[in-house]
């Protein structure tokens, strides 16, 4: 599966209230800073998340964070690659 960002993708960000699976947020990681990843499913205020590309070995993927580490969800991507 090809991954639906890239390092020159700009994402804009806001802060929502509810997160729901499927949903692409930026994290706050205390080992890598901030990521992008996709809510994989939530329970509560826990949400566990996945990358995009399945190729890639990421160590965030299918842990937990709280709602509060979620910095905010991606509303729009711009790639530069294509302009």
Known sequence: ???NYSDNDLVL???FTSFNANDVVVLE???DGNV???IKSKKNNIF???SDNKSYHSRINNKLFRKNQILGKVILKLN???F
């Open 36 to 38: 992008l990843k996709r």
């Open 13 to 15: 960000t806001t802060r």
């Open 1 to 3: 599966m090809t991954p």
């Open 29 to 31: 990681s205390d080992e």
């Open 80 to 82: 530069f690659l294509s």
């Open 48 to 50: 566990e998340v996945e």
